[in-house]
């Protein structure tokens, strides 16, 4: 009995673009292809739901944030769900201050704003946001508290309070696998806070 066809063509479309749009960039000091990490997301939030726009937005996640690639464009390509849904993982820029200046509003508004999303903007952000913890926990595990010392913001008390906030704004997916590894993974890096 062979399997029903997935239609998956809307994905595959945001896949290609998704790499088009990061090519030839690297993941912060990981000497490796930014495209893993929306990738990574993209496989995290699939463990949650196979809607294709979901899939889709995770793919995209960092299109408009990272590139010069307007929200305009994500929305003619992929519709207005994907695209409002790539907006609500986007981060707010604040004109004329430095980005370490900035960070803990960004953050802060960050952390706001996905309390309030839904269900499923939180979980294109949870994608996102645990791959994120992956990463940190991986290189904190190599370099200590050298670590911080890539990132704008150096303290990792700032980092920890970031962290711990997405996290309280994310429980309504307390009940995924995802979810849990992300929680576990803040735990283990800052067992302090």
């Known amino acids: 009995m062979a399997n029903a066809k997935l239609d998956t063509a809307l994905l595959d479309k945001a896949i290609l673009f998704a790499v088009k749009a990061h090519a030839g960039t690297e993941r912060r000091g990981k000497g ?21 726009e979901l899939l889709a937005a ?9 590139t ?3 929200i305009s464009a994500i929305e003619a390509e992929f519709g207005p769900r994907v ?8 981060d707010v820029e604040v004109k004329d201050v430095p980005e370490s200046d900035s960070w803990h509003f960004r953050k802060q508004a ?13 979980m294109v952000a949870l994608g996102d946001k645990l791959s994120n913890m992956r990463a940190i926990e991986q290189d904190y595990e190599r370099k200590g508290d050298a670590l911080w010392q890539i990132f704008h913001v150096k303290d990792k008390k700032d980092h920890a309070w ?3 906030g997405l996290a309280r704004s994310l429980e309504e997916l307390s009940e995924t696998s995802a979810y849990r590894e992300f929680v576990e993974r803040i735990g283990r890096v800052f067992p302090e806070a």
């Open 32 to 52: 490796f292809p930014y495209i893993v990490h929306p990738m990574e997301a993209m496989a995290i939030v699939a463990t949650m739901t196979d809607d294709q």
């Open 58 to 66: 995770a793919a995209l996640h960092d299109v408009v944030e990272d």
């Open 68 to 70: 010069e690639i307007p």
């Open 83 to 90: 695209a409002a849904l790539v907006h609500s993982e986007s």
């Open 110 to 122: 960050a952390i706001d704003r996905l309390a309030a999303a839904s269900r499923e903007a939180k």
């Open 162 to 164: 970031h962290y711990r």
